[in-house]
């Protein structure tokens, strides 16, 4: 059984940065294709950023693009989302999420929710301005 744990949410200002992260503990973490995303108040799900298992595709959010960098380290079966130059828009609870699909249908489906087979259960981030 996959289990997400996220962790690095906080009160920061405008123009902070923080870095969160998602150990991940269960079945084969370098055989899962990784992602962030975030829900703010009364808002649906919205994708932030994703990478594939070695770590060598990655997409984002137009957003996010330019301040947040998504990372894995296969070694500590943890996922990284940095987040420079936070925003008060980017305040929200941010997800995790893992996915055990094949290449050829998360190439396509990256930010599609339901690529996603496990969730964390958040860390809220809260930007001030």
């Known amino acids: 059984q996959v289990q997400l744990v996220e962790s690095g949410g906080g009160l920061v200002q405008a123009g902070d940065s923080l870095r969160l992260s998602c150990a991940f503990s269960g079945y084969k973490f370098n055989e899962h294709a990784m992602a962030w995303f975030r829900q703010a108040p009364g808002k649906e799900h919205e994708f932030v950023a994703a990478i594939n298992w070695s770590g060598s595709i990655v997409f984002y959010a137009d957003s996010v693009k330019g301040r947040f960098t998504i990372s894995r380290d296969n070694a500590k079966n943890t996922a990284y989302l940095q987040m420079n130059t936070l925003k008060p828009e980017d305040t929200g609870v941010y997800y995790c999420?893992?996915?055990?699909?094949?290449?050829?249908?998360?190439?396509?489906?990256?930010?599609?929710?339901?690529?996603?087979?496990?969730w964390g259960q958040g860390t809220r981030v809260t930007v001030s301005s």
């Open positions: 999420a893992a996915a055990h699909t094949p290449f050829s249908s998360w190439r396509v489906s990256a930010e599609a929710k339901d690529e996603y087979r496990y």
